[in-house]
């Protein structure tokens, strides 16, 4: 006779008698007892402990990281975009490695400014090149502190990857910014090329005040007149005027510039791939692919949520 058969014996805790239900397979009081909800039947599964385990095919699928995490506020699991700006929980680690980026992306930003003719730049009439521009009395001064500020971020994330959202991308991009800077360095013709590409670290010091001078996740268009409110408004249209001048301007330029100078050594030499604006024309393409990609992320993420005037799902590609 198999269990189900069997007949299910229960001890009354009133009398201490023993009753015995006959004719009632197992399968139907587990069913019942199911039903009920009830934990204090001895047949009942039992409660997962907290202190268990995980289970192993709860770690088999991974978050994907958003970036549109860094400048809209996320529910985890519905993936909409809500109001405000996102909230960073306390950690030591990360926000050391944002104070140590505010500090030392000045000297990187200040020294680039230095070697520019800003009154070839700021002219509208002017038909001088960003090349004519450059006047580079900085250089050796800006190529080390910048190279020292690449090797030692790098460092940084490798050593401790959890330090910032993505370490994957910014060991990547670190890769490539050094190899990019090898032209400059090794031809005096190009330094503008750096000084133009690095303009961009600017838009980066911005994101990172944006995310250290608002932990609280404020709003920056609420209407406040505090200087803490100014603050972060100042912030916020700075780093919304550079990301857009500077990652889809500048950028696209120099890669006309670029596309110029490999055309014309490539009629003068026959080097298609060898040549040094090759390699700079390759590296630079990525960027600007990159940046699109971001800028679309951005400013989707941006327009859904002005659109809906509520929370709004996020793609699942950002």
Known sequence: MSIDDGVYTMISSNNGTTNTTNNTPLR???????????????????ERSSSAPARIGNNRKRSRYLLV???????????????????DDDDWERDL?????????????????????????????????????????????????????????LTWVLLVPHCVKSPSVIIQHHIATLVYLIIPYRFSE????????????????????RRVFNREGFGPWVINFS????????ISILFYVT???????????????????????????????????????????????????????????KWKALRSGKATKVEKGL
């Not at 995490?69 to 909230?87: A, F």
């Not at 009154?119 to 038909?127: C, E, G, Y």
């Not at 055309?263 to 040549?275: L, N």
């Open 243 to 301: 990301w857009i001048y500077i990652r889809c301007y500048v950028y696209p330029s120099i890669m006309k510039v670029l596309w110029t100078l490999w055309f014309t050594q490539w009629k003068q030499t026959g080097a298609i791939f060898t040549s040094r604006y090759s390699v700079a024309l390759f590296l630079h393409l990525v960027f600007c692919v990159l940046n699109f990609k971001w800028t679309f992320d951005l400013f989707m993420g």
């Open 227 to 234: 200087f803490f409110s100014i603050r972060i408004k100042l």
């Open 28 to 46: 139907k009081i587990r069913k019942r007892a199911a039903a009920r909800g009830s934990s204090r039947h001895p047949l009942t599964q039992r």
């Open 69 to 87: 995490g860094d400048h809209h506020r996320v529910d985890p699991h519905e993936k909409k975009l809500l109001p405000g700006l996102p909230v």
């Open 190 to 209: 190009d330094c503008w090329l750096m000084g133009a590409c690095m303009s961009v670290e600017v838009n980066t010091w911005l994101l990172i005040a």
């Open 97 to 153: 490695h944002d104070f140590w980026n505010l500090i030392s992306l000045v000297p990187v930003c200040v020294l680039n400014i230095l070697n520019w003719n800003w009154d070839i730049l700021f002219d509208p009439h002017s038909k001088m090149t960003m090349q004519q521009a450059w006047i580079g009395e900085w250089f050796p001064s800006f190529f080390a502190i910048t190279i020292g500020y690449f090797l030692a971020d």
